[in-house]
């Protein structure tokens, strides 16, 4: 893909730890990304301040209001699950058309460490394929711990396993920009909620061993 | 450890594909094995066809009725989902103490492929310990396709994720007899839910790819 004409990439949420990270590593790919942000102040200190810090070219991360983020021909959402719905009602119509990528993952953490929390609807992102029904949603990014994107920009080592029907190459190639992931079609969004609940045993398993770690799926071929 | 001084294994289910595959593998690696069955005419059947097709020592893998199964040191819950309940429901107390292994998924197939079905109990492996309340329960081998236990004995490459509070040694030293199959504590039996889910993810990424896919864990210590 040329990357004149790579699409241009909203986060909704992008000033929150996995926004933060997501937008960096795309801008550092050379997508031009807009961290959203209810304060587009707050948006924009945050992406001068990547910027500033990983020496990134100021025109390809910036920050602007949530509104600004959804106009973009991808949209990322990384908000807290419980901002999901109050973002998502008003701006779901704005959405149409576009595609839609959800790294929302619902969970809850007591004495004994994280745990799922289930959702109705099935997954936060079958929630936000409600809210957003004209656009093309898809699930991508739960298990990536938001710290490693920008702790250290060296490749991941791990696979991002997407939901929905047959992934669009355009999601295919946003995932992949991110240096050393494999993007894996994980069957449709009715699968979501394993990939998102999967996250709190990441985190267990991180606690565990004090690491950093992700998910590979051994077995695919050299293609995959 | 000694295999002089291994535990004995029986199988719940020993009939079935998942049952067979472990009893063959733990037999190939040393486990005195029973496969139970409500038939335990079947079940000597299995474990004699096994043995003779894989040039396993008939002493190392033996048939008998599911109460003989459930009177080894570790057993193993192999049963379909729905007959979780009426197995165990006679036999949970004879369990106390014993070390309960739950690879249990409760799935369905429909035109759109595998998908998890939920459990009130909060997964198959959270019901198996309510109803053995005095035994040690643990999640495991749950995303390990059964066929891929018996088709071919090469070493497996990938990590089975253990559920239940601090892994048992005798645990750890069973899934790991599994050439090719690292244990990783996976936290509490809370978090089984997930691992049994995503079975359905991996059967759904297995058919778009044609293979028998596996999960690893990257970024974990070597000594994990």
């Known amino acids: 893909m040329d990357d004149a004409k790579l699409p241009t990439v909203g986060v909704l949420g992008g000033t929150g730890p996995q926004g933060r990270g997501l937008g960096l590593r795309l801008a550092l790919a050379g997508y031009e990304v807009v961290l959203g942000s209810r304060s587009p102040e707050r948006a924009g200190d945050a992406a001068r301040g990547l910027c500033a ?5 100021g025109a390809l991360l910036t920050g602007g209001g949530n509104h600004e983020a959804a106009a973009r021909d991808i949209v990322i959402v990384a908000v807290p699950f419980d ?6 009602e008003p701006l779901g119509d704005m959405l149409a058309g576009s595609i839609v990528i959800s790294c929302v993952n619902r969970m809850g953490f007591d004495r004994e460490g994280p745990y799922p929390i289930p959702v109705a609807e099935g997954s936060a992102t079958e929630l936000i394929a ?7 949603v898809f699930g991508a990014f739960h ?4 710290g490693r994107l ?28 991110v240096e050393g992931v494999r993007a894996v079609p994980a069957g449709p969004l009715r699968l979501s909620r394993p990939l998102e609940e999967l996250t709190a045993v990441i985190i ?4 565990h061993y004090k690491v950093t770690s992700g998910v590979r799926l051994t077995g695919l071929p050299d293609s995959a």
Chains 1, 2 share one sequence.
């Open 150 to 177: 920008t702790r250290d920009l060296g490749p991941l080592d791990m696979d991002v396993l997407v939901t929905g029907d047959d992934i669009h190459p355009d999601v295919r190639h946003l995932v992949e920009s």
């Open 83 to 88: 901002g999901v719905r109050p973002l998502l």
């Open 204 to 207: 267990a398993v991180n606690r």
């Open 130 to 136: 409600e809210l957003a029904p004209a656009a093309r």
């Open 53 to 57: 810090e990983h020496g990134v070219d």
């Open 143 to 146: 298990n990536v711990p938001a």
